[in-house]
């Protein structure tokens, strides 16, 4: 039976970022696209171009002796070292240039190189390849459409050019190429020009992304090792307030006893003495847990116990949580040591699992002497087939289905995040779908990541 469209398939939200990957009052980064370059840059790129410029079009009319119509291509090069020197003179501007004012300097680049090929031989120059150079650096550093209407600019220019131009000046007057092979450089520069800037776009823009997803996934971990710390800190706090605590209580103890039980005082002490045991027992409780979980506080955790710990902030009421243990060979009860890194990796994973299936969430942690895998699997719809191969990619779909409430697009991080805190901590992570037709997630480390430490 043929499934539902895949843009529609629920399980395409899968990959999209969990609200405990990235704070929901954060701004995403992948919507960043202003600051990828300095104006200084440009500045420098230009002043190399003029100088280029300057040096070609001087060695030719004097240097070859081709007569040029040096008067308008000094012009035009002056209007760069103008521009430039404005630029330079600007104070208070902004480091980073927004997306609209980089696209708005490299389209002067583009005209101006036009207006030098249309004095110097248009399409027969041999530098009308220099006309790629601005289109490069808009893919690395633009959006899609500053960067695609540049690449209609040029392709408006080059098209210009074909027809319009000064004659290439020669030695004996000037030359002319037959009109086919001028169609052919049109075609080539054009077909390059538009492909050289979908690639360069296509890969920057990937790296871009990468990028982001791991500046997003430090931020995860510097967000769970907050967290950690706090734990940590509050158990200290609850072991070190003991000692105090346990004096006044005897010495309000001791001052009920010397007091007579008519005392206006009597019942000032009574209501001492039971506040100081509530605030004895708030602390046992503080700190019987770590020491129960491994010793320090909340440092060393059984398997059962990491899962149980990572996956409690993400149960909802109607989902069946269950929690199975297998020990192959090894330790009974082996102990790992809390590390954010899994705490939220697996995290991540538990939530995804819940938020997608109908009524039973399964983690299954099975180990021996060789390795330790954690399988997290749901009853959902599991994973679209067509995507299968892609899991684990930042940003593989950004498309919203009814919305949310906060009107915020999912990010595409939560599965990605997962994956690469898993990984450092040395584990494997495989998506599938299980037999039964839910997703299927399997995190394995090899060697099993057990503290041996007592």
Same mark, same amino acid.
């Given at each position: ?240 307030? =003991? ?73 909802? =009421? ?11 060979? =090894? ?124």
């Amino acid at each position: 039976m043929a499934g539902p469209p895949i843009p529609d398939h629920p399980r395409v939200q899968a990959v999209r970022m969990t609200e405990t990957a990235y704070p929901p009052h954060a701004t995403p980064i992948a919507t960043a696209i202003d600051g990828r370059v300095t104006l200084r840059t440009l500045i420098l790129i230009r002043w190399i171009a003029v100088f280029g410029q300057l040096t070609a079009v001087l060695s030719v009319h004097y240097g070859f002796g081709f007569k040029l119509p040096l008067g308008p291509a000094l012009a035009a090069m002056g209007a760069s070292v103008l521009l430039n020197l404005a630029a330079q003179a600007q104070r208070g501007a902004r480091p980073r240039l927004a997306d609209r004012d980089a696209a708005l300097y490299l389209g002067y680049d583009t005209l101006q190189l036009t207006l030098l090929l249309y004095l110097t031989g248009g399409l027969q120059n041999p530098f009308a390849i220099l006309i790629l150079a601005p289109l490069t650096v808009a893919g690395t550093i633009l959006s899609r459409v500053s960067v695609t209407a540049l690449t209609v600019l040029a392709l408006c220019c080059l098209t210009g050019l074909a027809l319009w131009q000064f004659p290439l000046p020669w030695a004996n007057g000037a030359v002319g190429l037959p009109p086919l092979y001028l169609l052919g450089i049109w075609l080539a520069l054009s077909l390059s020009a538009i492909f050289i800037t979908a690639y360069v776009w296509s890969v920057a823009q990937e790296a871009r992304s990468i990028s982001d997803a791991l500046s997003a996934s430090q931020m995860a971990l510097e967000r769970e090792q907050r967290l950690s710390a706090l734990g940590a800190l509050a158990a200290a706090a609850a072991h070190e307030l =003991g000692t105090p605590l346990g004096t006044i209580h005897l010495v309000a103890k001791e001052l009920a006893s010397e007091i007579p039980p008519d005392s206006p005082l009597a019942e000032d002490i009574a209501l001492l003495q039971s506040q100081s045991l509530r605030c004895r027992d708030i602390l046992a409780e503080l700190s019987r847990k770590p020491e129960a979980e491994g010793g320090e506080p909340f440092d060393r955790l059984t398997v059962a116990a990491l899962i149980d710990a990572a996956g409690a902030p993400h149960r909802l =009421g109607h989902i069946q949580f269950v929690l199975e243990t297998d020990a192959v060979a =090894g330790p009974a009860v082996p102990m790992i040591r809390r590390s954010p890194e899994i705490i939220h990796g697996l995290g991540n994973l538990i939530q995804n699992a819940t938020q997608f299936a109908r009524s039973r969430v399964t983690v299954r942690a099975r180990w021996d002497l060789e390795s330790l895998t954690i399988t997290v699997t749901d009853d959902g719809p599991g994973f679209p087939q067509s995507l299968l191969h892609r899991i684990g990619e930042p940003y593989i779909s950004t498309r919203v289905e009814g919305g949310r409430a906060d009107g915020r697009a999912h990010m595409g991080l939560g599965i990605f995040i997962a994956q690469t805190l898993l990984e450092r901590t040395g584990a494997m992570v495989g998506f599938a779908n299980s037999r039964s037709g839910g997703a299927q997630v399997v995190v394995r480390w090899i060697p099993p990541i057990f503290d041996t430490k007592g």
